[in-house]
Nanobody
Framework: QVQLVESGGGLVQAGGSLRLSCAAS????????MPWFRQAPGKEREFVAV???????AYADSVKGRFTISRDVDKNTVYLQMSSLKPEDTAVYYC???????????????WGQGTQVTVSS
């Protein structure tokens, strides 16, 4: 079992910044990839970014250049630095972890509870 706990969400004005954190604990050995997904009301969960334990990264086109994913391997924590936020970034943000690299949410076994990000115009 792996436990994931997100933090750092909140309300911010358009153009502002937020940093999300996701702390992993439990049997994390072998779970190399940690993505962030988000889900807006009435929409499907969508891929945002992912980082591997080798610190390789990938981003959705919609956030490329504005969001940065990073990882503290020693603390088993992943971060999502979000800048130049737009109202369309409003969603519940979830971190996850899995053994394989994918942009599909069904490929990740463990999920956090989510943290709300609201961007006002």
């Amino acid at each position: 079992q792996v436990q994931l706990v997100e933090s750092g969400g909140g309300l911010v004005q358009a153009g502002g910044s937020l940093r999300l954190s996701c702390a992993a604990s439990g049997r994390t050995l072998g779970y190399f990839y940690m993505p962030w997904f988000r889900q807006a009301p009435g929409k499907e969960r969508e891929f945002v970014a992912v980082i591997g334990d080798d610190l390789s990264t990938a981003y959705a086109d919609s956030v490329k250049g504005r969001f940065t994913i990073s990882r503290d391997v020693d603390k088993n924590t992943v971060y999502l630095q979000m800048s130049s936020l737009k109202p369309e970034d409003t969603a519940v943000y979830y971190c996850a972890t899995g053994r394989s690299l994918s942009r599909r949410s069904d490929q990740y076994r463990y999920w956090g509870q989510g943290t709300q990000v609201t961007v006002s115009s």
